[in-house]
């Protein structure tokens, strides 16, 4: 039952990080937003949750509005960083992250700070939780197939590839990247909403730089633009380290010996396969 | 008259590109811009789909200022262009990059791609195409984006010249189903056989507009650009 109980348990984080990664993948594979700000989202979406559930909200109230405003943030996010390519996204949104989490940090009146918020409700046992989170994935890939499928997602590509070119044909590319983050945070928020009612507990500690790059990881791995890449990245990032707790490693050595995994993965990416497992395209 | 430029100037820090220059193009003309490397041509181009904003000046097309609105707004208005540098959406497909102008059935792509002699199929990579290739598909998905002025920016630079020649066909063609283009052109023979009225620009200027007679026995043209 207890083994059971794990793979249950895996199988959770698995389907949130697959939002996830699915959402980060709508705004950088899709649409080629190198979008760093979007743990923050996923930050967000957690305390919205834990706040509202923790002052006697349904989960079922809390969990929406989580997502409403986690889109919000990042409409207002993309707002004033549309203009910004590349790199200079990149920073932009980085410091998105550290504003995000600097908050959560400080502001201890709401969010108690470093201590966290204890004692979120949990939406009943975690076989339940499991097919909730297991549906709400299901639900995101397909919308973000259906996206890429859209004529929206058509000129998402195009943007990625040309902003200039997507600007001459009558597109309005401002609109389009609001657009774009907008859904890409909502369901960044939704998968920090069931994260926060599922481990019932978080801190500030959710806005992490090292999760970021394991989310970035598991885009890269699984290919940008390729929607099941992101959930076959997402799987392989989540599950490769797993069995390092069972071939009696010393527990001082589990945390390194992950990191040198992550880094042997990335490589062998790099080389052998630069676009991912599952990827199409070439960003410049 | 399509288009109106009209004392229109653009700088960057202490240098002109293009500076107090008027000129205008007729509907249903072929008119070509030419002048030497650096006299503004394509800042010129730039300044009339508003990647650039002018510094002043005006451009008025159909009677409506246009001055100011956004890339996008100036294509809804009907200004369709071509780039220097072919600019196609490398990871889709020719199909994708072609629907982005416009929703068409594929037979309809396909006779649109035929006009242009390109050879490939619809499913192609753009970005796997030869350059030249390139240059058909971003002259193809202009001409679908529904326009009624045509910017093209040196059409024939990196084409092969049979397909060159097809070029001169295929704009009379365009212009006989009543499309105007506005075109930037270093190949004189090109611009003379195909032009009704030849824009000279130099330093930023309009030296000269007229028909390509006219401009070839122009002096002040002989001097600054064509040779004695």
């Known amino acids: ?284 | 008259m399509m288009l109106d430029v009209r004392g229109m100037s653009k700088h960057f820090g202490g240098i002109y590109a293009v500076k107090d220059c008027t000129f205008s193009v007729k509907e249903g003309t072929i008119t070509s811009i030419i002048g030497p490397n650096g006299a503004g041509k394509t800042t010129l181009f730039n300044l009339i789909n508003g990647i650039l904003v002018p510094d002043a000046g005006a451009i008025v097309f159909q009677d409506q200022v246009i001055t100011g609105l956004k890339p996008f707004e100036i294509a809804r208005a009907g200004i369709s262009r071509t780039f220097q540098l072919a600019k196609v959406f490398k990871n889709l497909t020719v199909r994708d990059n072609l629907l982005l102008a416009k929703q068409a059935t594929d037979t309809e792509l396909q006779e649109t791609l035929k006009k242009m002699h390109y050879a490939r199929d619809l499913d192609a990579k753009a970005g796997d195409l030869s350059y030249g290739q390139q240059r058909l598909v971003e002259l193809a998905r202009a001409t679908l984006l529904p326009h009624k002025l045509l910017l093209l920016d040196e059409p024939t630079a990196g084409v092969n010249p049979a397909v060159r020649k097809e070029l001169a066909t295929i704009l009379r063609d365009l212009k006989k189903q009543g499309n105007t283009i506005l075109l930037i052109e270093h190949d004189m023979d090109f611009v003379m056989g195909i032009s009704d009225e030849i824009v000279v620009l130099n330093e930023g200027t309009v030296l000269a507009q007229g028909s390509p007679e006219a401009v070839q026995k122009n002096p002040r043209v002989l001097e600054a650009y064509l040779g004695k």
């Open chain 1, 1 to 284: 039952m207890a083994l059971l109980g794990y793979f249950t348990h895996l199988g959770i984080l698995v389907c949130i990080y697959a939002i996830l990664a699915v959402s980060l993948n709508l705004a950088l594979g899709f649409t080629g937003l190198l979008n760093l700000g979007h743990i923050a989202f996923f930050g967000i979406g957690a305390y919205v949750a834990a706040l509202l559930g923790l002052a006697g909200l349904s989960p079922w109230i809390d969990i929406p509005l989580a997502v409403v405003i986690a889109a919000l943030v990042g409409v207002i996010l993309a707002i004033p960083t549309a203009r910004l390519k590349g790199d200079y996204l990149a920073l932009a949104t980085l410091g998105f992250t550290f504003i995000i989490s600097s908050v959560a940090r400080n502001w201890t009146s709401l969010t108690r700070g470093a201590l966290g918020l204890p004692g979120i409700p949990r939406l009943g046992s975690i076989s339940v939780v499991l097919a909730f989170v297991a549906g709400f994935a299901l639900l995101c890939f397909l919308v973000v197939v259906w996206i890429s499928r859209s004529s929206l997602g058509r000129k998402l590509q195009a943007i990625r590839d040309d902003e200039l070119a997507a600007q001459v044909l009558g597109t309005n590319t401002f609109l389009y990247k609001l657009i774009a983050m907008g859904i890409s945070a909502a369901m960044a928020g939704l998968a920090g909403a069931w994260y926060a009612h599922y481990i019932s507990f978080i801190d500030p500690s959710i806005f992490s730089i090292p999760d970021l790059i394991l989310l970035i990881a598991m885009v890269v791995v699984g290919g940008l633009a390729s929607v099941r890449g992101a959930f076959i990245g997402t799987v392989i990032i989540l599950l490769l380290p797993e069995p390092l707790r069972f071939i009696g490693f010393p527990p001082t050595l589990i945390g390194p010996a992950r990191e040198m995994l992550f880094a042997l993965v990335l490589l062998l990416i790099l080389l052998f396969r630069p676009r991912g497992i599952l990827g199409k395209v070439d960003i410049s």
